[in-house]
């Protein structure tokens, strides 16, 4: 397992490198300039020449690019132009948002979705099966940013449930942060609900079809047992999968959640970046969105081990 994970680290670096170059090349070659927004409107020319040469903005795309990694190898993803302040910093200030907002939304996809595949595989061909799959299908269709919009004005405005948007810390109050996120977060989930839901179902069937499943049967198990212990263990290989992959849907479905219900998360920052051009901060969420994706693929590969026995790494 050891040996499994060296190799599995060292493969993720070259994938890095190569998010990490694509970044700051798409960034690089992006038309516009942060240096005339800087130096404000009526500008002239030497002025924004001058911030240009301040910040490092003229220097050749080589000595850019080579700065860029030199900086990234001592953890310091740059200074942001517009905020005056290190992008890690303002990174990391807002991360526990955007974490809290992706777990939440994590753990309502597998609950709902695990137990809503598992229901319909067991009623088959009945109306819940039919209704399940038919809402999980719906969650597939509808656009996330449209479900909070729709949550907003439901539950917010018309029934005065729930907050319109805005961030309670989890520290703070966590009865505040739960009302805070819970509509964010279920917008952000239903359509990995959906997906979830229906991987859940086939797997499930296709395993009830096997021998041993007869054979657990055939001895008297209760049907709990074999469900639970027998099956369930079969269908987690494709589900652990979905989910690894879930987890990168939902970072980057965050983005635009946190813009919808002013949630003040890395994604809102990303936002915020790209409109007012500020390179810096748009790689620094890059990056740091594509890291922790290859580091939930680590994690999904672990996770075959402990699930599946038969899953074997260290060969």
Same mark, same amino acid.
């Given at each position: 397992m050891i040996r499994f994970l060296a190799n599995r680290l060292i493969a993720a670096l070259p994938v890095l490198f190569i998010v990490s170059l694509l970044t700051f090349v798409l960034i690089y070659f992006v038309p516009g300039d942060v240096s005339a927004e800087l130096a404000g409107p009526g500008a002239s020319a030497a002025d924004i020449a #001058?911030? #240009?040469s301040v910040y490092g903005l003229d220097s050749p795309f080589h000595e850019r690019l080579l700065g860029w990694y030199a900086a990234l190898a001592q953890g310091d993803l740059g200074q942001s132009v517009l905020l005056r302040r290190s992008v890690t910093e303002a990174i990391l200030e807002r991360l526990?948002?955007? !974490?809290? %907002?992706? +777990? %939440? +939304? !994590?753990?309502l996809a597998i609950a709902v979705g695990v137990a809503t595949g598992i229901l319909a595989a067991m009623r088959v061909n009945t109306w819940v099966d039919q209704a399940t799959m038919t809402v999980a299908l719906?969650? =597939?269709? !509808?656009?996330? /940013?449209? !479900?909070? =919009?729709v949550m907003i004005y439901l539950f917010a405005v018309q029934l005065g449930w729930l907050p319109t948007g805005g961030y309670v810390p989890l520290t703070e109050n966590p009865v505040g942060w739960l009302r805070s996120m819970a509509m964010p977060a279920l917008a952000l989930a239903l359509t990995q609900i959906g997906l979830l839901a #229906?991987?859940?179902r086939a797997s499930m069937l296709d395993v009830l079809r096997q021998d041993f499943m007869r054979t657990a049967r055939a001895k008297g198990l209760p049907n709990r047992v074999v469900i639970f212990k027998h099956a369930l263990a079969n269908v987690m290989i494709p589900v652990i999968t979905v989910i690894g992959l879930s987890v990168g849907i939902l970072l980057g479905g965050a983005i635009v959640i946190e813009q919808v219900f002013s949630i003040p998360g890395v994604g809102r920052l990303i936002i915020g970046g790209i409109l007012r051009r500020d /390179?810096?901060?748009?790689?620094?969420?890059l990056l740091l969105t594509a890291t922790v994706f290859v580091l939930v693929n680590l994690a999904v590969d672990i996770l075959y081990a402990v699930v599946d026995p038969r899953v074997r790494y260290d060969r």
């Open positions: #001058r911030i #240009r526990p948002v955007t !974490l809290s %907002l992706t +777990a %939440l +939304a !994590l753990v719906a969650g =597939l269709s !509808l656009p996330d /940013f449209w !479900l909070g =919009l #229906r991987m859940t /390179f810096p901060v748009i790689q620094g969420g």
